[in-house]
């Protein structure tokens, strides 16, 4: 079996977030392909497309124009396709409600964005590193916030 390619997706409007984000994924020691998006309704125009290929993992941002992170995590939630995907809350925010209502409508980890580049890295290769299968059945508010 080759290696396997893990497929990412990025809805984040913040140009200069987003280049940062291809950067650190392409410094971690995983094969993967990187789709991004500046906001909700080109993710989910992306992902409901007949002919898309499913990400193993969609990062969200929480602030963007058009369509948020939460409506997307709520339309994904409540779509029978794209129901399973495994959902990462990528944002800037660390208020309580915030991860508390993203807990709530079914994202899997919270992750603050990091404010350096090797701590971005540190972080992205640790979600990239997890396998959802299992971390998704004892999913809680312990391991829900990626503590670095």
Not at 20 to 39: V, Y
Not at 56 to 71: C, R, S, T
Not at 90 to 112: C, K, L, M, P, Q
Request: net charge negative; hydrophobic share 45%; proline share 3%.
């Amino acid at each position: 079996m080759g290696l396997q390619i893990m497929n990412i997706v990025l809805a984040d409007d913040d140009a200069d977030d987003r280049m940062l984000f291809e950067e650190a994924i392409g410094e971690i020691d995983i094969s993967t392909k990187l789709l991004m998006f500046n906001d909700g309704k080109q993710l989910l125009d992306h992902l409901l497309a007949p002919d898309a290929i499913l990400p193993e993992i969609v990062f969200l941002d929480l602030n963007m124009p058009v369509k948020d992170g939460m409506q997307c995590l709520k339309e994904i939630r409540e779509n029978e396709v794209l129901r399973n995907l495994c959902v990462a809350i990528y944002s800037t925010s660390s208020s309580e409600e915030d991860i508390e209502e993203t807990f709530v409508h079914g994202a899997n980890i919270y992750i603050n964005k990091p404010n350096s580049f090797s701590a971005l890295k540190k972080a992205l290769a640790r979600v990239l590193k997890i396998n959802w299968q299992y971390h998704t059945s004892a999913l809680n508010r312990d391991n829900f916030l990626l503590r670095l």
